[in-house]
């Protein structure tokens, strides 16, 4: 499966080695393991190009010196990778708050979004991050929202809006990723609503996960929204691709940074980490997406012609066992699957569309 075009770039997140591991389910994955087993997969001579980062400890601590980052370069530059999108740690359990919760709450989550742009502008001065976005959400629960849609919307919006001067004044631009388990941003038609009323599209977007949106066209937390009809039969391809163009039609216009991902339409949850959409492996066989034509209805407009709106995608396999990850064919897969999504959606233009517009 060689590759055909050289656009977008294709990266692996580390922060499966971190979500929903802990004292209460597996061990974490250390950072130099994650980036060993990325830097080895290979398919026909094309390998990953990057890594997105959660910024957290172990891997990468929110307060990191400049000396740190300076040894984080070196270590991902001499496996030959790049550094892409970075979460920022505004839940309270990472030192954030709730994007809805008091004004301690509130100022806490601006705080590290902050702390995230330095270390993004630092990584992009180093030399090792040329393109990505700093990803938020709204650290609160849809229950928590549930109390109060229209007040806790508006105090996301606020939230967000703060967060949106912080990156603004560092150069950034700010992914919200929809998924149920954030309040406000639980089903597509609500993820819209704040996208909406935040205002702010040249610097907040969405980001979109596969695994993720899935669940929005099922209603998952929010019924009233879903798109699916509840009987759903998943033998029957023509309706759930209607679903999917409708939610993506709705979020596309927003989308700033894309997940490639497969989900067997089920929940899970692990560690500390909440209920939300299961990853799956690419091949794995109750998986209820093709792929590569769900990532087209992300990566192509509506008149079939590529967006060309991601410097680069990124393969999220969140909550997989330590067995899956610590084996070389799960990541040598997962590659194949990325080069089958950019040789169906890519392009190949000489100059990078994001430059010509600077």
Known sequence: MKNQHPYPALHNAMWPGLVGKGPDSEPPIDLETMLDLTA?????????????????????????????????????????????????????????????GSEEDRTNFVTQVRKACLIAGKLRKLGIRRYGIVRIDSAASPAEWAKDPRANTKLIAKT?????????????????EGEICWG???????????????????????????????????????????????????????????????????????????????NDATVK???????????????????????VEVAGAWMRDEGGSPTCAFQHICWDGCMFPNEVMMRADTWRDVLAT???????????????PWEAKA
Not at 67 to 88: F, W, Y
Not at 162 to 174: H, P, Q, W
Not at 338 to 352: F, P, Q, T
Request: aromatic letters at 6%; a negative charge; glycine letters at 10%.
């Open 184 to 262: 406000g941003m639980h089903s597509w038609k609500r993820m819209v609503e704040l996208l909406e009323m935040v205002g702010r599209p040249e610097t907040l977007g969405f980001q979109a996960d596969m695994a993720h949106t899935l669940l929005f066209t099922m209603g998952v937390n929010a019924p009233e929204d879903r798109i699916l009809p509840e009987d759903f039969d998943w033998s029957d391809p023509e309706i759930l691709e209607e679903a999917i163009q409708t939610m993506t039609r709705a979020l596309r216009p927003w989308t700033i940074d894309f997940h490639v991902a497969q």
């Open 160 to 176: 967000f809006r703060e967060a949106c001067k912080v990156a603004e004044g560092s150069g950034e631009r700010l992914a919200a």
């Open 269 to 291: 949850g692990a560690g500390s980490h909440d209920k939300t959409g299961r990853h799956c492996l690419p091949r794995d066989p109750n998986g209820k997406m093709n792929i």
């Open 40 to 100: 080895a997969a290979e398919v026909d001579g094309v390998k990953f190009e990057g890594v997105d980062l959660f910024l957290f400890a172990p891997h990468v601590d929110i307060e990191s010196s400049d000396d740190d980052l300076k040894r984080l370069t070196d270590r991902i530059a001499s496996r030959g990778l790049v550094i892409g999108s970075l979460v920022a740690p505004v839940w309270p359990p990472t030192g954030g708050g709730s994007a809805m």
């Open 338 to 352: 990325m080069i089958a999504v950019r040789n169906a959606h890519g392009w190949d233009e000489a100059v990078k």
